[in-house]
């Protein structure tokens, strides 16, 4: 049940001022977004189109403590197929933007790890260039064992038990993802993160 006395008129005002949330307004709910959607047909919770129609609304609360939120694999099948060229996953984006902020401010807690995924993932191209494999999975563990370096290598090493072998078996990780090569314009990257962050 919508409690119109609880919504937020201006959280549409919110997205649409994040970056890739300029499109939100365009979407006339065809549902083509989320019939073809890839992870919808695994998770049966997980709809773009009604994420969209609650942000339109105003359930502020409702959207930016939804778990799918963070679920989006952005394949960008959605936002081939959209008719209204709503730029679905840059949207999606720029709603967990606004829960970062809001988490950051300590009014939200983030139900999902993929905050922590990305801030590592980043981190390592940041600081060589390309991606480092072994360098995000320790960073990433860490974060989630709380910060505890040991807690997160021995949760990564349990977890690498099973996945990491068959991923290797697979080639899907070979050496190189063991150590950081750093690639020639580490400086011009650093540049590209400074200028985004506004340093
Ligand atoms: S396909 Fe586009 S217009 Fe249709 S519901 Fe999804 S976002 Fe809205
Ligand atoms: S970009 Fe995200 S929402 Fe769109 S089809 Fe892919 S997984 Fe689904």
């Not at 190189?176 to 314009?185: D, I, S, T, Y």
Request: aromatic share 8%.
């Amino acid at each position: 049940m919508i409690k119109t006395w609880e919504l937020d008129l201006n959280f549409r005002n919110e997205i649409l001022n994040e970056p890739g949330g300029a499109h939100l307004s365009a979407c006339f709910q065809c549902s083509t977004c989320t019939i073809g959607c890839p992870i919808a047909e695994i998770v049966p919770s997980y709809n773009p189109r009604k994420i969209i129609q609650m942000s339109l609304l105003g359930m502020r609360e409702e959207v930016l403590s939804n778990p799918d939120l963070w679920i989006c694999a952005i394949c960008q099948t959605c936002t081939a197929r959209c008719p209204q060229d709503v730029r679905i996953s840059d949207l999606l984006a720029a709603i967990r933007r606004i829960a970062e902020k809001d988490a950051e401010a300590g009014k939200l807690k983030i139900d999902s790890v993929r905050p922590l995924f990305e801030k590592a993932f980043l981190h390592q191209l940041e600081k060589y260039g390309r991606l480092f494999d072994m360098g995000l999975a320790m960073e990433f563990y860490k974060g989630k064992e709380g910060g505890s370096f040991i807690k997160g290598q021995l949760a990564m090493m349990k977890d690498f038990k099973d996945f990491g072998m068959r991923m290797f078996k697979k080639g899907k990780m070979g050496p190189k993802a063991m150590f950081p090569e750093k690639v020639k314009k580490t400086e011009e990257i650093k540049k590209i993160f400074e200028k985004v962050e506004g340093k």
